[in-house]
């Protein structure tokens, strides 16, 4: 069965220090695309970074950056030189199609605490 | 992208009473999602409606205690019927398809 495993409930770092949350997937499909997603407090889901299957190139957007690995299945995120407005619950997920749909599958939730 | 409105952004309710929680989407879309988030907890979806068709709903969530409407490409309702305080939580509205899905800011209830 499809699923999305983030065993980092939570975690805290200093300001300015980088930070990976970790993201390891399961999938019998072989066409399917993997997000991360941003929460914070005020609860609305902020779309950050979409990959597809067959793309395992890295990518970089300012002080994030997201490491693809299909032989590992792992999908993780790191954010470099941490700040406070960085604080917020991160998902991970992982679209399956489904009977002309699609569902996707979030992960627990990642908590990152950023201290000033 | 989207842009998606959902109304209330949150509400107090009381036991035995329902809730209808309604999305607006300033696109015309044919799949929009229901999806719940127990505190503390991640998303679940509760079920994908579509337009001039029946919502179809996930495993643990039923008709007459989540009934959805889909009037048109742009609009869809959820109600949570019959509350408890076990149906506290964080409801969000999403739409789009594989590669992209855009949520609303959700409506946070909570049941007394």
């Known amino acids: 069965a499809q699923k999305v495993t983030q065993a980092q409930t939570e975690i805290s770092v200093v300001e300015k220090e980088d930070v990976t949350l970790d993201c390891v997937y399961e999938?019998?499909?072989?066409?399917?695309?993997l997000f991360w997603y941003k929460q914070p407090p005020s609860g609305e889901l902020v779309f950050l970074i979409r990959?597809?299957?067959?793309?395992?190139q890295n990518e970089i957007s300012g002080r994030y950056s997201w490491n693809f690995q299909k032989s590992t299945s792992s999908f993780n995120f790191t954010i470099t030189a941490s700040q406070v407005v960085d604080s917020a619950v991160y998902f991970c997920?992982?679209?399956?199609?489904?009977?002309?749909?699609?569902?996707?599958?979030f992960g627990t939730g990642t908590r990152l605490k950023v201290l000033a | 992208s989207a842009v998606i409105s959902q109304k209330p952004s949150r509400d107090i309710c009381q036991r035995g009473t329902s809730l209808t929680i309604q999305c607006q989407v300033d696109?015309?879309?044919?799949?929009m999602f229901w999806y719940r988030q127990q505190p503390g907890q991640s998303l679940t979806l509760i079920a994908t409606?579509?337009?001039?068709?029946?919502?179809?709903?996930e495993s643990g969530f039923v008709i007459d205690k989540f009934p959805i409407s889909r009037p048109n490409l742009t609009f869809s309702t959820l109600t949570v019927s019959n509350m408890s305080p076990e149906d506290s939580s964080i409801y969000l509205c999403?739409?789009?398809?594989?590669?992209?899905?855009?949520f609303g800011a959700g409506t946070r209830l909570s049941v007394l």
């Open positions: 999403s739409v789009g398809g594989e590669n992209i899905q855009y």
């Open positions: 999938t019998r499909d072989t066409t399917y695309y």
């Open positions: 990959r597809n299957s067959f793309d395992e």
């Open positions: 997920a992982l679209s399956e199609a489904r009977r002309g749909t699609y569902k996707y599958i």
């Open positions: 696109s015309q879309v044919t799949m």
């Open positions: 409606a579509n337009q001039g068709s029946e919502a179809t709903y």
